[in-house]
């Protein structure tokens, strides 16, 4: 069982930063990937961006050269930063894990981005 509480969210302008984080906790020792997905109303959530434990990094087209995922093994944390943020990025912001065959959810973060 693994853990996921995402924080970091909030509102922002277009063209602004934000920087979203999430805090893994439980039998994170096999955490294969870890990584950002978002969703909004009446839309299947969709991956941002996600990270293995190797370093190894792939992003959403939409998302390429604004946002950057990193992750803190000592921490247990994995980050998102989102830079020059777009009204079209206002979405609820969710953090996963992949251990084994499973994969964990935390509970969303909200971002808006007014215009």
């Known amino acids: 069982q693994v853990q996921l509480v995402e924080s970091g969210g909030g509102l922002v302008q277009a063209g602004g930063s934000l920087r979203l984080f999430c805090v893994a906790s439980g039998s994170i020792f096999n955490i294969n990937a870890m990584g950002w997905y978002r969703q909004t109303p009446g839309k299947q959530r969709e991956l941002v961006a996600v990270?293995?434990?190797?370093?190894?990094?792939n992003y959403a087209d939409s998302v390429k050269g604004r946002f950057t995922i990193s992750r803190n093994n000592a921490k247990n944390t994995v980050y998102l930063q989102m830079n020059y943020l777009k009204p079209e990025d206002t979405a609820v912001y969710y953090c996963?894990?992949?251990?084994?065959?499973?994969?964990?959810w935390g509970k969303g973060t909200l971002v808006t981005v007014s215009s």
């Open positions: 996963a894990a992949d251990l084994f065959s499973s994969r964990y």
């Open positions: 990270i293995t434990s190797g370093g190894s990094t």
